[in-house]
């Protein structure tokens, strides 16, 4: 199974940016659909954005299109979630997880997902 630490969260102000960062160890990621997640305080889990393994097609969620940018670094063996204009309403757990498909067909369902990092917390707010 692949083991992912998702890392750069933190407290931002609205309008700022962060990078989150999702490692892996002993695996290439390269290999694999990433898919970046979040899950607010009493909601439901959600798809934010999806790189394809097999031709670096990107997907992003309506709600961060034109904010957010995934993007793979295959020397760190690293994918990326910069994340810029950030609003109140982004304030959620980050989770990456690695597809059960080189592809992202179904990524917006966490069930296309095998394998899940621990979260980070981001938090937007003055």
């Known amino acids: 199974q692949v083991q992912l630490v998702e890392s750069g969260g933190g407290l931002v102000q609205p309008g700022g940016s962060l990078r989150l960062s999702c490692a892996a160890s002993r695996f290439t990621l390269d290999n694999y659909a990433i898919g970046w997640f979040r899950q607010a305080p009493g909601k439901e889990r959600e798809g934010v954005s999806c790189?394809?393994?097999?031709?670096?097609?990107?997907f992003y969620a309506n709600s961060v299109k034109g904010r957010f940018t995934i993007s793979r670094d295959k020397a760190k063996n690293t994918v990326y979630l910069q994340m810029n204009s950030l609003k109140p309403e982004d304030t959620a757990v980050y989770y990456c997880?690695?597809?059960?498909?080189?592809?992202?067909?179904?990524?917006?369902?966490?069930?296309?997902?095998?394998?899940w990092g621990q979260g980070t917390q981001v938090t937007v707010s003055s």
């Open positions: 790189i394809s393994s097999t031709n670096g097609n990107t």
């Open positions: 997880a690695a597809g059960q498909q080189p592809g992202c067909w179904g990524w917006e369902r966490a069930d296309a997902f095998g394998s």
